[in-house]
């Protein structure tokens, strides 16, 4: 077991992954790593940049089988909370085991994926119990879709986190299709946004951290300091070669966030989202 004694907050990292290559792969995916991303290697990276907790979200390639992200959790409960992926006919023994795991969320990952209508009734139970539990649900789906999604998701009285700036193209500029709309839905007071993955932004590096910088100002006005967190997005999929924890502290600097904005981002705003 590692050290689990409760420690103060000094920074959340909102969104990272653990894995390893040895475990069973979904069928359907779109990524197969070739190396591991431990949780002993996470808690160093945590360390080394002087964040105290973070937020292990289950990879979309492990599909539904969330038992190594369980696992970690069970390894750091004071430091970790856990967003894992589920089938929408899971049973309430389940979530409430994996609630007292630390599990807070539950991630839609439909990227690549046919749109789903979340106002089908087969939906009801799944969300209803989500909502008893006080759980998210995390949406990662381009821009252009994300506000119809948002619009089926919200008489369910869950709170809703997007990922990734909502991931929209940064060479499109804020009032690309889906985008302007989404800064707009901030204002329900429902809705959380990762300010994370600056490099999924599909532009230049400069392109993209011009993007993240207009978007956060947009960002701020609209959801509110207090429903913006951060996230390292760690071990960086797809973009390993050229983008590490390093990278990513970089960019949250240049966002050039002012001191009570960015304890917003990195303490106040996760830690009542998370329940830290």
Not at 84 to 89: P, S, Y
Not at 133 to 148: I, K, M, S, Y
Request: net charge negative.
């Amino acid at each position: 077991m590692l050290d689990t004694c409760s420690k103060p907050i000094t920074g959340i990292d909102a969104h990272a992954h653990v894995f390893s290559r040895e475990l069973k792969l979904a069928t359907a995916r779109r990524y197969t790593p070739d190396y591991d991303a431990t949780l002993a290697q996470y808690l160093e990276h945590l360390q080394t940049h002087g964040l105290s907790h973070g937020v292990l979200v289950q990879p979309s390639f492990l599909g539904t089988d969330n038992r190594y992200l369980l696992a970690a959790l069970r390894q750091a409960p004071e430091q970790l909370r856990g967003v894992v992926v589920l089938e929408r006919d899971v049973s309430r023994t389940v979530l409430d085991d994996m609630a007292r795991l630390g599990v807070v969320g539950v991630r839609l990952n439909l990227m690549g994926k046919a749109l789903l209508d979340f106002r089908d009734a087969v939906w009801r139970d799944f969300f209803g119990h989500l909502a008893e539990l006080d759980w998210h649900v995390e949406l990662h789906r381009h821009a252009e879709d994300l506000p119809g999604l948002i619009r089926q998701l919200m008489p369910f009285g869950i709170k809703l986190v997007i990922d990734h700036f909502g991931r929209p193209d940064a060479r499109l500029g804020t009032d690309q299709p889906g985008f302007a709309e989404l800064i707009e839905l901030g204002l329900s007071g429902r809705v959380w946004m990762k300010v994370s993955g600056i490099y999924r932004l599909a532009g230049t590096d400069q392109q993209n951290l011009e993007f993240a910088r207009a978007s956060l100002s947009l960002l701020e006005q609209s959801f509110g300091p207090h429903r913006l967190v951060w996230g390292s997005d760690w071990p960086h999929t797809q973009h390993e070669k050229n983008v590490g924890f390093d990278t990513v502290i970089s960019q949250l600097q240049a966002l050039q966030c002012s001191a009570p904005l960015k304890h917003a981002l990195l303490v106040e705003a996760p830690r009542s989202l998370f329940r830290f």
